[in-house]
Each structure stands twice: as C-alpha cells, then as structure tokens.
C-alpha cells in the first residue's frame, strides 16, 4: 500500500511540475513586417505569443516515446486561436529514422492529447527552426502555430479561415491513368478497421533551391521536412493508421546546390532515377521530392506506394514550400495519390474514378479549394480525406507489403447508418447515425458524405439534377446526425444554397456515415451506407403556421399546420409526425409539444411557459428523416389581460388551389377560433391560433367556401363569431412528369408550327415554351409541322406529340398521344390530329418530342433529340370559317426603277381569323426583267384552311430608261475654245456671285494676273480685285456645253492656267456633271499663288467614256484683292471607239474608225463609217450575249422590233474593233 501511494506522489510531482511551466505569453505590441520571411508576411497576427523555446525544450526531455498503450504523464500547454491556454498529454512521435535523429538530435517532433478534451490533438515539430504545429479538434477548425518573427521568439496561432488565400495557381498534374497498382478503383466500405498501424520508410529529396529557401544547410532543410511531415501524419494515422518515417540516409538526397542538384525540371523522372541510383529501391517503400519552383505537383503514379520503378516519382512545388497550405493542401495531397487516391472535385470534367463525389472545387484533401476560382467552395482544405478516398486509400494499403505492421490493440468502431428511407421532394432532411466502440476512452467523431459519383457533368448541385453530388462535405463531429441542407440554409426559409441542393425532382441519394475513433497515433475508422429515395409526387412538406414573427401566449393552445403533400402515402408512409420547439432560433429542438399525432396537416399544442424571442417549431415525420421549421423566429410571452370582443378586418387572401390565408385585426389578449367549410357543407373544420392569421389548407380546387372567426380570451369567455367571408379556391396546380434529351450534339427540333405557335429554337436538352400558346377548337383538325436541325449529315428521328385533353398532369391517357412519327429522315415532317369534343376547355400542356433511332416517351430521358412543352387553349366546338384572309402589301405599291438595277420584292403578309399569320402561304404572279425597260405587275393572293380566297392585290414596277446624262452635246472631236471671239458655248452661272470676263492684255490690278493670252488675243478670267464684290469667298462659275462622249474608247481635256498674286488667292476647280448639273463632282483643282505664268493641265475622261458629260471652272476668291485666276486654251481630244487596226502580211496599219447615233434610239440606228468602205456585216447582242439581229447594212439598221433594253453592236468583218454599246428605248 506505501508503495502505492508513493508512486502516485512522485506522478502527481512530475504533472505537477510540466502544469507550472508556462512557456506562453500574450503579445500585444504592434505588429511589423520588417524581420518577417514571405511565408510569415501571410499569416495572420489576431493571437501572438511569445515562446519560451529554450524552457520548452528542457521540459521535452522529458517526453516518453509514444505507446500505444501507455499514456504520458507529461503536460504542456499550448495556446488555441481564441487566446487560452489547453493542456495536452504529450510523447515523442520521431518523424525521423532512429539513426536520422541521432545525426540532427535538435530536430524533433511530438504528438499531444488534450487533458480536459481528449478530442483534442496536437502534433508539433521544433528544431532549430523554431516551433510548427497541428491542432485538430472535432467540431472546431484546425488550429497551427507558426514562428512569427525570424528571432524564433514571436508565434502566431490561427484557424486557416483566419488567414487570406494563399494556394492560389498550384496545379496537381497527376493523370487519372497514372494507377500503377494491381487494384482499381473501390470506393465500397473499406476503412482502417484491421487495428493495424503501417510504416512506411520515406525518401524526401530536396532540390537546391528548396534548400536555400530554408537557409542553405542540410540541417534547415531536414527541419523543414520535419515540420511537413510531422502535419502530415497526423492527418494520415488519424484517417489510414499510416505513418511514414524518414530513411536513415534522408541528407544523402538533400541537395543544397541548384547548380549542381539532378533536378532540371523533369521532377517526376529524375527523382526515380536519383532514388532508385542514390537510396536503391529496396530501402524505402515512398519517394517524394520537395521544390522551390513553380506552384504545382505531381505524384508520378496513384496507388505505387512499394511499386518498384514507380515509387520515387513524386513531387510537391511552391514558391513558398512551407506553412499550412503547403504541408496539408499540397503534400498531403500528392501523396493521397501516391497511396492511391483520386481526385474527388467536380469542378473539371471526369476523370472517371468514380470517387468525383465533391460539388465544385471540394473541401477535402484530395479536391482543390481555394485554386479553382469561382467553383472554390473554401479557400483552404480542410485536414481530412473524404470518405471515397479513405475507401481507395484503405482498400489499396492492405494489398501491400513493403511496409513494418505494428498492431495498436486498438478496437474498431462499429458504424449504424440506419435504415433507408424515401422522403418528398423539396423537403429538408436530417440523417441520424450511431456509432459505438469496446475502447471505452475513444471518443467518437461522425461524417455523413454523399457517395454519388456525377463524372463531372455539373459541378453546382441542382434541385432538378436525378444523379451526381447534391451535397458538400463537413469536417468530422461529435454529433452523429447532419441536417441537409446546413441549419443555417434551412432557417432561412430554403432548401438549397450554392454548395447544397435539395432534390426537387425524383432521384436517390447514397450516403455514408463514417465514424472515426481518434486514437492518438493510429486511429481507426469504419462506415455504413444507406440511401434517401426523394419521390417525385410528393411534397414540399412545409410548416405553414406559425411561420412568421408572431408572438404568442404562454398557456394557450395554438394551431401547428402543415401541408401533408403526401407524405402518407407514396413509400414515404409517415401515418404520423412529432411537433417540437427550438428556444435558441432553430439550433436545438429540446421540446416536445406532441408526438405520433397525425399527419393530417395540423393539430392543437399548448404555448408552454418558456418565455422568450427565438423560438422554432418544427414538424417532423415519427421515426422518420423529414421534416420543415418556421421560416422566422416567433415570440412566447406571458398572458395578457383579455375583452372577447369580435374581431374585425377578417380577410381571405394567398387563394390557391389547395389553400389560402385568413387574417383579422388583433383583439388584446386573446386567442382565436377559427371556422371554415365548403358552402355546401352542413359543419365545420375548427382551429385554434393565437395569431392573426390562419393557413387553411388541404383545400379542394375550384370550390366555393366560407370562414368566421371569433375571440378566445383565458379564462374561457368568448366572443361572437364574426360575418362569414367566402372564397373560392383556383384550378388544380398542375405538375408534369421530367423529359429531357441527353445529347443535343448532333440533333434537335429547330422549329415547330401549330396555328399561331410558329417557334424556332437552338438545341436545349427540355426547352419550356408554355409562354408560347395557341388556341384549338374541340372538333378541329389541326395540323403540326416540326423541322428537325442537324449539325451535322442527317439522322433517322422519330417524333411524337402530346396533349393533355383531361388536363389530369398526365400525358398517358387514352387520345393524349395525338400524333406521332416512325423514325425516318424526312425533313419538315407534318401530322394531323383531331382535338376531342370531349376534351377539358381551358389551358393545357402540349409535349413535343424528337428522338432518334426510335418513338419517344412522354416521360424521362432519351437519347439524342430534345422536348419542348407549349400550351394549347382548348375552346368550345369548331366553328365554320367564311371569313377570307386580309391581305396587306409590304413596302410601296407602285415602284419606279432604272434598267440595271437590283429588285428584291418585299412581298405581303396575310391574317386570318381563324388561322393567324399566313403568310408563308402567299401565291405570287407576275415577274419584273429589270434589263428590260417597261410596266410590270406582281399579284399577290392567298386563301385560309378553310379555302376562302383572300381580295388579291398587286403591285406595279416600273423599269426606266438609264438616264446617260446630257445629250444633244458636241460629238466632234478634237474640240477647242480659245475664247478670242466670245465665250463660244460655255454660260455664266445665275448661281454665283461673280461673272467671268474675256481679256485682251493685263489685267486691271497691279500685281496679279496674267498680260496676255496664251492663245490668240483674249482669255478669260475672274476679276477679283473690287471688295465685297470680288472677294473675300465669292464664287465665279463658267458652264461648258454638253459633251457626248459616247461611242469613245478615250478623251482627254487639256487646258492654259495662270494663278499670281497673293498666297490667299483662293481655290479654282474643273467639275464635271453626269446628270445634267443636278450634282458635280471635281476631277481637277488648284489654290494659292502659282508665279507669274501659264501653267498646263491635262485630265483624262476615261472613267466618262459612253456618257453624256458637262463641264464647269468654279472659281472661289480667297481673302486678298490680288487674286485675278485666269484660263485659256481649252480643248478634249478624243480616240474613237470603233478605230480598228487592220493589219495586211504585218506591212501596213489603217486606222478605220466606227461610230453611232441617235444614242439612244427608237426606230433606226445610223452607222459612220470610213471612206470606201460600202456595205459591213454587223451582229446586235442583247446583255445575255444572245444575237437577236444579224444582217448587211450600208449606213443603217432598223432596230424598232427590238425590245427597250441595252444592245452591244459588232462590225464582223473586223474582229480586233471595239464593240458599240447602244439604248434602244
């Protein structure tokens, strides 16, 4: 017994002693960035402390080496994120070989269970790098501690969520084939459930810039690693019961050089092949290299963890290779892989592991947070593997063999997801799971993870998805139930929020519960799997009073009500729910204010005597997962004094058909009674609320009812009933079954056609165009055309259209399907139906349906194709159509055209009464020949379905002559006006302000203009020298006669010019008309001070040649008197078009010139040929190249036979002449 007693005096010392040591002090002095490294400068600085590091060490002496089945008596504290100390029972877990740790005897790392919270963990490394660590907690985020300032003295403690983004840009390269294990993908429940911990001898080598990053010595290096490793196995034993130790000989591949170290880039390559020469690959069973480069990694293979040739492949790269996102973000991940586990995000297409089972980006260690942008579900990862890697990673370690099998002695938990069940749609839900272990000092922790795979095909969950993941993953708790969605999503009033999603549409959900029991050093971990049916045709089940701020009577009874929606039949068959109260704004539901009541939408409670402002109430099925909440917090308080007098203001609103809202004016104090029937009910359905406002629901649609309400007061007196107000319910809310196509790549419907439904479309999987309607008599043939669009060659579809006469939501009734297609290539296809006399008036839903290969269903999905829905408006019987179409004209009814020119009809549109647009069936007459002048005339008619023929309408088009300019002109050339006798036939403009004048000698201003003409005696000129008559800006214009340049192949004008005086003389320009001075155009211009002499022009009037053209110098003063411009000299020279060459043994050449008029013509065309020649062959084209004259002529041809129109003209006998284009009007 004294010995007993002494030794546990001398445990109780040595607690005692390691409890009093605090190494810890709260720093508040101001924070600087000055002796910060890049990895410090990113943490955050909310909890600084200063550490004894010194005091800690000579207090870890002490530290026994970890044993499974002896705890340490040894007690260090350590601060949390909230700035208090907690106390953990701590050993020595040695990252390093035995032999490692005797050359680096500062490098050490530990493992610590938490004195007051076993759950609590801690792993922590110190060196001469000071101290890392690792805190993980059920329930709480993880927690680290990291050197805050060079000196080693300052530590920041933090939760990741308290620190900003810092992974941003890192990239896992690892391909999904990369498996180079003998396993495959299992992701069926396998656990650490065999109480064995595994060691794995790793090799860690280090590039030289890594080395330097952490200060340049193999030592620094080897402390580094130390760290990582130390987090990195605190989540492994905690999820695997792996552990790795670094191999004896680890500093032989710490490289401090980047000059001289094997690593250029091909990491993956050269780390095997420096491993397999360096370490030799029977002397570890993982390899991994550790980079300062860019941010990414890739672990060379998955599942190769003892794979010769393949296990020393892995790398992990950051330009910051330290801290919490490195080690647990990006090396614990790449070795995840290496272990054998595959990405679990869905934020990036499939990689067809079956273990996508993350909405987004995903928030375990094998998803990607916080580096996928907008599908980031969190900027970090949390510390812990999902469910489906634990199940890869388990399943592929027991299948090797390279690693030491300690056995813990540690029992495995048992899990109990309870049964499965089927709930309603849009319904939240809460899963319960129970789990138990023989290990009476393990405390469990719980995660529910859904386990459905969706290859990637939508990252966001979605209410109307039938596969895929619908539901994030949480980190481990203490409560073996989860609420989906989150409490918070629910208490808002919904059922989704961006990472959870509530089926809305029928599907199931598989879950896994796993269970963890946290043994410090190798835990172990096991699961059991259920599913949740959501039916289709039930719910939302939904809370629907009290739903909102209301305050309430302690001590009254009140009305709960529901909407059943259901929920007692359709597999769900919860005959019964339970009605519990939250006091703490929906967090906790302790209170039970009925239970196995039916589940007939409402019942009666007392208001019990708990007084306060944030209070719930939920109705869930008994024994069973479903369930709703009020949307908003109401209030309980104490009863007040009470008047039953009859309420006022009573008001029925929120009418649907299966309820509606009646609410009245508060009476102090009291509480309500509250009556309402069908009119022609002989009794009433009674209630009880303590509100103003009551949901009467389970209500019958399109039915007349009535309601009263009276005053309750306490102490049982009660008011008369008020006036009866009626009501009467809407139409059935209609709900049609899902259709969709699972492939638009090759085919859809572009466009369908009933009445006035003419809607085309771009492919869609289901397209909802019940915005779009038409109406259809009971009797009438109706006719549909559907045209099917194909990307690419053309397919065999099958179509088929549904409508649903009794208007029932179903498409399966006899008739419904009204018109369908075998499949063919036809394209558009057309069908005729019949609508029913018998069939239900009003608004309903038509299905139109395109699939391949095959007659589609009116429900689920096809393959290849697309659905569209549109409503069809049923009315009474046919009626007999004898009204005709209206037609309208579009655009002008009499159009003017020149010969030549574009036509494009606009056409008409047609209305009919009965039928609608009609346009596309217009018949139009008639055709206009824009190369042929004269009247034309379109008629336009149409006739409805019912064959009555619109009052046609025309349109007259009449084709003109093309307008060649002047004529009657001067077709002479050479031609030439020196001005000597008068201004020949050239005119003053009435248009200007000054009047050219002819000259004989100098001009009579000093210093400008010329002193004689060029050519003969006089020139002419614009006097400018009189003020606000000759300048500034006045404008002289001289007009040429016409000039017909037909029948030319080129002309040139030439001309005498003479610009002196001052700079600011003004502008003279040559112009030229083609439509007789309506516009002009400058094809020559001048301005300033020229000098003192006649200057030459020449300009060509090729671009004229077959025009009739006009001529005009337009003269505009500058801003000086000494401006006198003058011209002389004129002349157009031209070559003939008909000129010919005719060419004899290549000795002689004759110029024979050809030539025509009048242009244009009416009756007859006369010729100008050269002398000596008599009679010539001649052929006339029309502009199709045709001949259609051909004959010998003298000098004329009668062309009145031919049509107006534009006529090419060819001497045959000389076949190198120009051809003669002519008008024949």
């Given at each position: 017994?004294?010995?007993?007693?002494?030794?546990?005096?001398?445990?109780?010392?040595?607690?005692?002693?390691?409890?009093?040591?605090?190494?810890?002090?709260?720093?508040?002095?101001?924070?600087?960035?000055?002796?910060?490294?890049?990895?410090?400068?990113?943490?955050?600085?909310?909890?600084?402390?200063?550490?004894?590091?010194?005091?800690?060490?000579?207090?870890?002496?002490?530290?026994?080496?970890?044993?499974?089945?002896?705890?340490?008596?040894?007690?260090?504290?350590?601060?949390?994120?909230?700035?208090?100390?907690?106390?953990?029972?701590?050993?020595?877990?040695?990252?390093?070989?035995?032999?490692?740790?005797?050359?680096?005897?500062?490098?050490?790392?530990?493992?610590?269970?938490?004195?007051?919270?076993?759950?609590?963990?801690?792993?922590?490394?110190?060196?001469?790098?000071?101290?890392?660590?690792?805190?993980?907690?059920?329930?709480?985020?993880?927690?680290?501690?990291?050197?805050?300032?060079?000196?080693?003295?300052?530590?920041?403690?933090?939760?990741?969520?308290?620190?900003?983004?810092?992974?941003?840009?890192?990239?896992?390269?690892?391909?999904?084939?990369?498996?180079?294990?003998?396993?495959?993908?299992?992701?069926?429940?396998?656990?650490?459930?065999?109480?064995?911990?595994?060691?794995?001898?790793?090799?860690?080598?280090?590039?030289?810039?890594?080395?330097?990053?952490?200060?340049?010595?193999?030592?620094?290096?080897?402390?580094?690693?130390?760290?990582?490793m130390t987090r990195v196995n605190a989540i492994y034993e905690s999820d695997f019961n792996v552990t790795m130790v670094l191999i004896a000989n680890t500093d032989a591949v710490i490289y401090t050089d980047a000059a001289t170290d094997p690593y250029t880039g091909s990491f993956n390559s050269q780390l095997q092949a420096t491993l397999t020469s360096v370490i030799g690959e029977a002397n570890y069973d993982i390899g991994h290299l550790f980079a300062k480069a860019g941010n990414n990694g890739n672990a060379g293979c998955i599942g190769c963890v003892c794979v010769d040739g393949n296990k020393g492949s892995g790398f992990t790269s950051h330009t910051i290779p330290a801290g919490d996102a490195f080690d647990v973000d990006f090396v614990a991940h790449e070795?995840?892989?290496?272990?054998?586990?595959?990405?679990?995000?869905?934020?990036?297409?499939?990689?067809?592991?079956?273990?996508?089972?993350?909405?987004?980006?995903?928030?375990?260690?094998?998803?990607?947070?916080?580096?996928?942008?907008?599908?980031?579900?969190?900027?970090?990862?949390?510390?812990?593997?999902?469910?489906?890697?634990?199940?890869?990673?388990?399943?592929?370690?027991?299948?090797?063999?390279?690693?030491?099998?300690?056995?813990?002695?540690?029992?495995?938990?048992?899990?109990?997801?309870?049964?499965?069940?089927?709930?309603?749609?849009?319904?939240?839900?809460?899963?319960?799971?129970?789990?138990?272990?023989?290990?009476?000092?393990?405390?469990?922790?719980?995660?529910?993870?859904?386990?459905?795979?969706?290859?990637?095909?939508?990252?966001?969950?979605?209410?109307?998805?039938?596969?895929?993941?619908?539901?994030?993953?949480?980190?481990?708790?203490?409560n073996p139930s989860r609420y989906f969605p989150r409490l918070e999503t629910i208490k808002s009033g919904n059922t989704s929020w961006k990472w959870e999603a509530v089926p809305s549409v029928a599907r199931v959900l598989n879950f896994r519960l796993s269970v963890r029991d946290n043994r410090v050093g190798g835990g172990s971990n096991n699961s059991d799997d259920m599913k949740v049916t959501v039916n289709g045709s039930a719910g939302p089940f939904v809370v629907n009073s009290p739903n909102s701020n209301v305050t309430l009577s302690s001590g009254v009874t009140e009305t709960v009500a529901w909407s059943v929606a259901g929920t007692t039949g359709n597999g769900i068959n919860a005959a019964t729910v339970d009605i519990l109260l939250s006091t703490d704004?929906?967090?906790?539901?302790?209170?039970?204010?009925?239970?196995?009541?039916?589940?007939?939408?409402?019942?009666?409670?007392?208001?019990?005597?708990?007084?306060?402002?944030?209070?719930?109430?939920?109705?869930?099925?008994?024994?069973?997962?479903?369930?709703?909440?009020?949307?908003?917090?109401?209030?309980?308080?104490?009863?007040?004094?009470?008047?039953?007098?009859?309420?006022?203001?009573?008001?029925?609103?929120?009418?649907?058909?299966?309820?509606?809202?009646?609410?009245?004016?508060?009476?102090?104090?009291?509480?309500?009674?509250?009556?309402?029937?069908?009119?022609?009910?002989?009794?009433?359905?009674?209630?009880?609320?303590?509100?103003?406002?009551?949901?009467?629901?389970?209500?019958?649609?399109?039915?007349?009812?009535?309601?009263?309400?009276?005053?309750?007061?306490?102490?049982?007196?009660?008011?008369?009933?008020?006036?009866?107000?009626?009501?009467?319910?809407?139409?059935?809310?209609?709900?049609?079954?899902?259709?969709?196509?699972?492939?638009?790549?090759?085919?859809?419907?572009?466009?369908?056609?009933?009445?006035?439904?003419?809607?085309?479309?771009?492919?869609?999987?289901?397209?909802?165009?019940?915005?779009?309607?038409?109406?259809?008599?009971?009797?009438?043939?109706?006719?549909?055309?559907?045209?099917?669009?194909?990307?690419?060659?053309?397919?065999?579809?099958?179509?088929?259209?549904?409508?649903?006469?009794?208007?029932?939501?179903?498409?399966?009734?006899?008739?419904?399907?009204?018109?369908?297609?075998?499949?063919?290539?036809?394209?558009?296809?057309?069908?005729?139906?019949?609508?029913?006399?018998?069939?239900?008036?009003?608004?309903?839903?038509?299905?139109?349906?395109?699939?391949?290969?095959?007659?589609?269903?009116?429900?689920?999905?096809?393959?290849?194709?697309?659905?569209?829905?549109?409503?069809?408006?049923?009315?009474?019987?046919?009626?007999?159509?004898?009204?005709?179409?209206?037609?309208?004209?579009?655009?002008?009814?009499?159009?003017?055209?020149?010969?030549?020119?574009?036509?494009?009809?606009?056409?008409?549109?047609?209305?009919?009464?009965?039928?609608?647009?009609?346009?596309?069936?217009?018949?139009?007459?008639?055709?206009?020949?824009?190369?042929?002048?004269?009247?034309?005339?379109?008629?336009?008619?149409?006739?409805?379905?019912?064959?009555?023929?619109?009052?046609?309408?025309?349109?007259?088009?009449?084709?003109?002559?093309?307008?060649?300019?002047?004529?009657?002109?001067?077709?002479?050339?050479?031609?030439?006006?020196?001005?000597?006798?008068?201004?020949?036939?050239?005119?003053?403009?009435?248009?200007?302000?000054?009047?050219?004048?002819?000259?004989?000698?100098?001009?009579?201003?000093?210093?400008?203009?010329?002193?004689?003409?060029?050519?003969?005696?006089?020139?002419?000129?614009?006097?400018?020298?009189?003020?606000?008559?000759?300048?500034?800006?006045?404008?002289?214009?001289?007009?040429?006669?016409?000039?017909?340049?037909?029948?030319?192949?080129?002309?040139?004008?030439?001309?005498?010019?003479?610009?002196?005086?001052?700079?600011?003389?003004?502008?003279?320009?040559?112009?030229?008309?083609?439509?007789?001075?309506?516009?002009?155009?400058?094809?020559?211009?001048?301005?300033?001070?020229?000098?003192?002499?006649?200057?030459?022009?020449?300009?060509?009037?090729?671009?004229?040649?077959?025009?009739?053209?006009?001529?005009?110098?337009?003269?505009?003063?500058?801003?000086?008197?000494?401006?006198?411009?003058?011209?002389?000299?004129?002349?157009?020279?031209?070559?003939?078009?008909?000129?010919?060459?005719?060419?004899?043994?290549?000795?002689?050449?004759?110029?024979?010139?050809?030539?025509?008029?009048?242009?244009?013509?009416?009756?007859?065309?006369?010729?100008?040929?050269?002398?000596?020649?008599?009679?010539?062959?001649?052929?006339?084209?029309?502009?199709?190249?045709?001949?259609?004259?051909?004959?010998?002529?003298?000098?004329?041809?009668?062309?009145?036979?031919?049509?107006?129109?534009?006529?090419?003209?060819?001497?045959?006998?000389?076949?190198?002449?120009?051809?003669?284009?002519?008008?024949?009007?």
């Open positions: 017994m004294k010995n007993k007693l002494f030794l546990a005096m001398c445990m109780a010392s040595t607690i005692l002693f390691s409890q009093n040591s605090n190494f810890w002090k709260q720093d508040n002095s101001q924070r600087s960035n000055a002796s910060k490294s890049a990895l410090e400068k990113k943490l955050p600085d909310k909890e600084i402390y200063n550490l004894d590091l010194k005091g800690l060490k000579k207090a870890l002496v002490k530290a026994p080496k970890r044993n499974f089945n002896k705890k340490s008596t040894l007690i260090i504290s350590f601060p949390n994120s909230e700035g208090r100390l907690e106390r953990y029972y701590v050993s020595e877990a040695s990252v390093l070989h035995p032999d490692l740790a005797k050359k680096f005897p500062n490098i050490k790392s530990y493992s610590g269970t938490g004195v007051d919270n076993p759950l609590e963990k801690i792993r922590f490394s110190i060196s001469p790098k000071g101290l890392q660590s690792i805190r993980l907690v059920a329930d709480k985020p993880a927690v680290f501690i990291e050197p805050y300032s060079k000196d080693l003295k300052k530590y920041t403690i933090y939760k990741r969520l308290d620190k900003p983004k810092d992974v941003e840009g890192f990239k896992c390269d690892v391909k999904p084939g990369d498996r180079k294990s003998r396993k495959g993908t299992n992701t069926s429940e396998k656990n650490a459930d065999d109480g064995m911990l595994r060691t794995y001898r790793l090799a860690i080598s280090t590039t030289g810039e890594y080395t330097a990053y952490h200060g340049g010595s193999k030592a620094q290096a080897l402390a580094a690693m130390n760290a990582t070795m995840g892989h290496q272990f054998g586990g595959n990405h679990t995000w869905t934020h990036g297409g499939n990689e067809g592991k079956n273990v996508q089972m993350e909405p987004g980006s995903g928030t375990t260690i094998m998803g990607y947070a916080g580096i996928t942008g907008a599908t980031d579900v969190q900027p970090h990862s949390d510390p812990y593997f999902h469910a489906a890697t634990i199940a890869q990673v388990t399943d592929y370690i027991k299948s090797t063999s390279c690693q030491t099998n300690t056995p813990t002695g540690n029992t495995t938990p048992v899990a109990n997801a309870g049964s499965d069940y089927t709930i309603p749609k849009g319904t939240s839900f809460v899963l319960n799971g129970v789990g138990t272990d023989a290990d009476a000092a393990d405390i469990l922790t719980y995660s529910w993870e859904q386990m459905d795979e969706n290859g990637a095909s939508s990252t966001y969950p979605s209410t109307t998805a039938t596969s895929g993941v619908a539901f994030r993953s949480y980190s481990p708790t203490t704004g929906g967090d906790t539901y302790p209170i039970t204010l009925a239970s196995n009541v039916t589940n007939d939408g409402s019942h009666n409670v007392i208001i019990p005597n708990v007084l306060g402002t944030e209070n719930r109430i939920m109705v869930k099925g008994s024994n069973h997962i479903f369930f709703d909440i009020s949307n908003a917090n109401f209030t309980i308080s104490s009863p007040q004094s009470c008047t039953a007098v009859v309420p006022t203001g009573l008001l029925v609103g929120n009418v649907s058909d299966i309820g509606a809202i009646a609410s009245w004016n508060e009476v102090l104090g009291a509480a309500y009674q509250i009556e309402y029937k069908k009119i022609t009910d002989s009794s009433w359905s009674s209630s009880n609320t303590s509100g103003t406002s009551f949901v009467m629901a389970n209500l019958e649609a399109t039915t007349n009812y009535e309601v009263r309400v009276k005053a309750v007061c306490s102490d049982g007196n009660m008011s008369d009933f008020t006036s009866i107000v009626d009501f009467t319910t809407t139409e059935v809310q209609i709900t049609y079954c899902d259709a969709k196509s699972t492939n638009i790549n090759d085919e859809f419907i572009g466009s369908v056609k009933l009445n006035t439904i003419d809607n085309t479309s771009s492919g869609q999987f289901y397209s909802d165009f019940t915005s779009i309607s038409t109406t259809v008599a009971r009797g009438a043939v109706q006719e549909i055309t559907i045209t099917p669009t194909w990307t690419g060659g053309s397919y065999n579809e099958g179509y088929a259209v549904w409508i649903d006469y009794n208007k029932n939501g179903s498409f399966s009734d006899t008739g419904e399907l009204v018109w369908s297609k075998s499949q063919s290539k036809d394209t558009p296809v057309v069908g005729n139906f019949t609508v029913p006399t018998t069939a239900v008036l009003g608004d309903t839903r038509m299905r139109v349906a395109m699939q391949y290969d095959a007659i589609p269903s009116p429900c689920g999905d096809l393959n290849y194709g697309e659905v569209e829905d549109y409503t069809v408006n049923i009315t009474g019987d046919a009626i007999v159509d004898t009204e005709v179409p209206v037609l309208t004209l579009l655009g002008d009814s009499v159009v003017s055209l020149n010969i030549g020119d574009a036509y494009t009809d606009l056409g008409a549109s047609a209305l009919d009464n009965i039928d609608g647009d009609i346009s596309g069936n217009i018949v139009t007459t008639g055709a206009v020949d824009v190369n042929a002048a004269g009247t034309y005339t379109l008629t336009y008619n149409v006739s409805d379905a019912a064959d009555n023929v619109a009052v046609s309408i025309i349109r007259t088009v009449n084709v003109n002559e093309v307008f060649t300019g002047c004529v009657n002109g001067i077709n002479s050339y050479p031609y030439a006006e020196s001005f000597d006798n008068s201004f020949g036939l050239w005119t003053q403009s009435s248009n200007d302000d000054v009047n050219w004048r002819r000259k004989k000698g100098a001009t009579p201003s000093g210093g400008t203009g010329p002193t004689s003409a060029t050519d003969g005696a006089r020139y002419i000129y614009v006097e400018a020298s009189v003020r606000k008559t000759g300048y500034p800006n006045k404008k002289a214009i001289l007009n040429s006669p016409c000039y017909d340049l037909s029948g030319l192949s080129s002309a040139t004008i030439s001309f005498q010019y003479h610009m002196y005086g001052a700079d600011d003389m003004g502008t003279i320009a040559l112009e030229i008309s083609e439509d007789n001075g309506v516009s002009w155009n400058s094809i020559w211009n001048q301005s300033g001070n020229k000098g003192n002499s006649w200057l030459s022009a020449s300009i060509s009037l090729n671009d004229y040649v077959e025009k009739g053209v006009q001529l005009r110098f337009n003269r505009v003063t500058g801003g000086s008197w000494k401006a006198d411009i003058a011209i002389d000299k004129f002349e157009i020279t031209a070559v003939n078009t008909a000129s010919i060459v005719s060419r004899e043994n290549e000795k002689n050449e004759e110029v024979i010139r050809f030539s025509v008029y009048p242009n244009p013509v009416s009756n007859q065309i006369n010729i100008i040929k050269p002398v000596g020649l008599k009679t010539v062959n001649y052929g006339i084209y029309n502009s199709l190249g045709q001949e259609v004259k051909k004959g010998k002529t003298f000098n004329s041809i009668d062309v009145s036979d031919l049509q107006s129109s534009i006529y090419t003209i060819i001497f045959k006998e000389y076949k190198s002449a120009k051809s003669i284009r002519f008008i024949k009007k």
